[in-house]
T-cell receptor
């Protein structure tokens, strides 16, 4: 079945460091891909998305490119801030009904 | 303000005592679903609904029930809770479509002792 695999955390970075969180997927067909972020004590909220191959989603300095050839959707940010500390979920949908399939989540800690 | 509202936020209960977690959305979304979040497992779908009176099982439906009598509400019912249902629960809603954003409630942390 369809699945999403993302790098295990936690990831600990210093402020202004470069961030990469790896995400790969297995899916039949052509899914839409998402990154959601969960701040402490809150629900998930959409960070960015891409709906077809080679699309780049971007928001709040984060970006991710839909790579069909490597079935990947890695999240990057050039300079992280303490306020970026959260759990990040990679997800896909559109391969079977309207269900969204989530990865296990990667916790990011950013130190001042 | 567009939102998904869950209640309660925190609940401690005893094994076997029936409980209901409510979920309501104000965005007129057709699709609603319940997830549980457990460490290392991410979010797993419990049940979902594509419209009023249309519900179906997700990946981990055992021990749960849902109903969708109105478009805005999608309560999660645990008829006889057990300790393995201790978890963080999220309700989500979205428009029908493969590239649409899901909106999540703030979560309900349930402890069954």
């Amino acid at each position: 079945g369809d699945s999403v695999t993302q790098m295990e955390g936690p990831v600990t970075l210093s402020e202004e460091a470069f961030l990469t969180i790896n995400c790969t997927y297995t899916a039949t067909g052509y899914p839409s891909l998402f990154w959601y972020v969960q701040y402490p004590g809150e629900g998930l909220q959409l960070l960015l998305k891409a709906t077809k191959a080679d699309d780049k989603g971007s928001n709040k300095g984060f970006e991710a490119t839909y790579r069909k050839e490597t079935t990947s959707f890695h999240l990057e940010k050039g300079s992280v801030q303490v306020s970026d500390s959260a759990v990040y979920f990679c997800a896909l949908s559109g391969t079977g009904g309207f269900k969204t399939i989530f990865g296990a989540g990667t916790r990011l800690f950013v130190k001042a | 303000e567009a939102q998904v509202t869950q209640n309660p936020r925190y609940l401690i209960t005893v094994t076997g005592k029936k409980l209901t977690v409510t979920c309501s959305q104000n965005m007129n979304h057709e699709y609603m679903s319940w997830y549980r979040q457990d460490p290392g497992l991410g979010l797993r779908q419990i049940y979902y609904s594509m419209n009023v009176e249309v519900t179906d099982k997700g990946d981990v439906p055992e021990g749960y029930k849902v109903s969708r009598k109105e478009k805005r509400n999608f309560p999660l019912i645990l008829e006889s809770p057990s300790p393995n249902q201790t978890s963080l629960y999220f309700c989500a809603s979205s428009l029908l479509g493969s590239d649409t954003e899901a909106f999540f409630g703030q979560g309900t942390r349930l402890t069954v002792v």
